[in-house]
């Protein structure tokens, strides 16, 4: 399965972005899929996961409230609406399938990553 991510950008300070992630190649409907971001100078880290069916949904802290996760597994497609935008949310951010808080199991799948800026 080949991830490729998309609608990263550059906004200000409570702007908004949504990202997308389609996949081809296959199928990502099996599998609990999600979002990671890199910060400049920081670990990669895990931003929010959906499972297959879509019933259950995970974010990290940072984000809770202000993003929101989902899929269409017909399209094969995913989304990250993210409002609220603030500079620590800068980063690249990538798809990835499975995607778990814990990494386990780690992703076995990962999009290229797409850029979001956000400034003051």
């Known amino acids: 399965v080949q991830l490729q991510a998309s609608g990263g950008g550059s906004v200000q300070v409570g702007g908004s972005l949504r990202l997308s992630c389609a996949a081809s190649?296959?199928?990502?409907?099996?599998?609990?899929i999600g979002w990671f971001r890199r910060a400049p100078g920081k670990e990669r880290e895990f931003v929010a996961s959906?499972?297959?069916?879509?019933?259950?949904?995970y974010y990290a802290d940072s984000v809770k409230g202000r993003f929101s996760i989902s899929r269409d597994n017909a399209n094969n497609t995913m989304w990250l609406q993210m409002n609220g935008l603030k500079p620590e949310d800068t980063a690249v951010y990538y798809c990835?399938?499975?995607?778990?808080?814990?990494?386990?199991?780690?992703?076995?799948?990962w999009g290229q990553g797409t850029l979001v800026t956000v400034s003051s």
């Open positions: 990835a399938a499975p995607a778990y808080s814990d990494y386990d199991p780690p992703p076995e799948h």
């Open positions: 190649g296959g199928s990502f409907s099996r599998y609990s």
């Open positions: 959906i499972s297959w069916s879509g019933g259950a949904i």
